[in-house]
């Protein structure tokens, strides 16, 4: 195989909980060194794709290719795929150090060698100094650079990053993903995260991946998947505003509709919430249809918005939507509780 070719392919991979589908014939490929991120809500099947991945779960059908390898029936510790959770599995009454040395030691590798590359870790994930601590004595953002050099330590092929940020505090985590970024791409590791949050989503991926009821609707470049989504539910991932205009639905992003004066621009519309962020202002305005929409702006909220306002708006930008495909109908008569 050549060094451009895949580090994972997947293909045509579906899985079911009690024959109620859970993916639906997911297929993609990672590059070397790439990072993948998968975007998906909750339930959407991120973690069973990774477990499926991992060979922690026994997919319905489909292939997992690993190197050019079909490891679909191979155990997981003999797939070279290392995992990361948001709950770092660490040794709680090892050291920092024994934590990050124990898979290497335990695959026998020399002991000069486990402390050369122990030691590059540390360094690589400001680590160094924190060698004899317990994972009790570490932040929860320490935890996972420990975690991740403990992960890194097996020297993984592909690692899985299974929403790794959701327990960090919000000022630090922004942080702590661009020190994840920086440390793949320095050892050249390919990696698929997987996050609900959007913002994480297309900040970390090379490529970025929309997940929605096991199937995989969308994988390009986090800026095309941005600019252009295409259906409904992919707007609404991507933080747009979604309503129907005469011709269809369109999304259009918080920061390019206007408000203005009664009267003014496309649409009638009323008030429902304004408030500053500080670094923005936050409006959200409801249309005659009921729908409601976010407006952001850099500028403070204008005047003394009062519930129930009535304004107008105005917007650029938008991106016409397909129409989603109509709900499965309900059986007529329909039972959901099944009696003893
Ligand atoms: P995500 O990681 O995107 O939140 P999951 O992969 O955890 O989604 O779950 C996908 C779907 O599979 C959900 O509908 C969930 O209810 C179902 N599921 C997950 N684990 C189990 C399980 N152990 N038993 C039954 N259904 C499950």
Redesign the pocket.
């Known amino acids: 195989m050549s060094s451009s070719d895949p580090v994972l392919r997947v293909e045509r991979l579906a899985s079911a ?2 024959g ?1 589908p ?1 993916l639906r014939d997911v297929s993609f490929d990672v590059a070397p060194g790439e990072l993948l991120s998968l975007l ?10 990774l ?1 499926c991945l991992a060979g922690l779960e026994r997919p319905t059908s489909g292939e997992v290719w690993v190197r050019g390898t079909n490891v679909s029936r191979w155990p997981t510790h003999r797939r070279g795929i290392g995992w990361m959770s948001q709950e770092p599995a660490l040794f709680p009454h090892r050291s920092v150090l024994e934590n990050v040395a124990y898979g290497p030691l335990l695959a026998r590798r020399s002991e000069g060698d486990v402390r050369a590359e122990v030691g590059r870790l540390l360094e690589l994930l400001r680590l160094v100094g924190f060698e004899d601590r317990r994972p009790d004595q570490l932040s929860g953002g320490e935890r996972q650079r420990v975690a991740l050099a403990r992960t890194l330590a097996a020297r993984p092929t592909l690692v899985l990053l299974d929403e790794p940020f959701a327990s960090i505090d919000v000022e630090l985590r922004s942080g702590l993903r661009a020190e994840f970024r920086r440390v793949l791409r320095e050892l050249g590791i390919a990696a698929i995260h ?1 996050t ?1 949050d959007r913002e994480e989503g297309l900040f970390l991926g090379d490529r970025v991946g929309l ?1 929605f009821d ?1 199937r995989l609707e969308r994988l390009g470049r986090p800026r095309e998947v941005y600019e252009r989504p295409d259906s409904v539910r992919s707007a609404r991932l991507l933080g747009y505003n979604v309503w129907r205009e005469a011709g269809g639905p369109i999304a259009v992003l918080p920061r390019h509709v206007r408000i203005g004066p009664a009267g003014t621009g496309r649409r009638p519309a009323s008030i429902v919430a304004a408030g500053d962020t500080g670094a923005e202002s936050l409006t959200i305005v409801a249309l005659a249809d009921g729908s409601r929409l976010e407006v952001r702006s850099p500028d403070p909220v204008s005047g003394a918005r009062t519930v129930g306002e009535p304004v107008g708006i105005d917007w650029a930008d938008a991106v016409e939507l397909p129409e989603p495909p109509a709900p499965a109908k309900e059986p007529k008569n329909g039972r959901t509780l099944r009696g003893p």
């Open positions: 909980w009690d109620v859970v998906g809500p909750n339930g959407s099947g991120k973690t069973t794709l477990r997987v609900h997940l096991g």
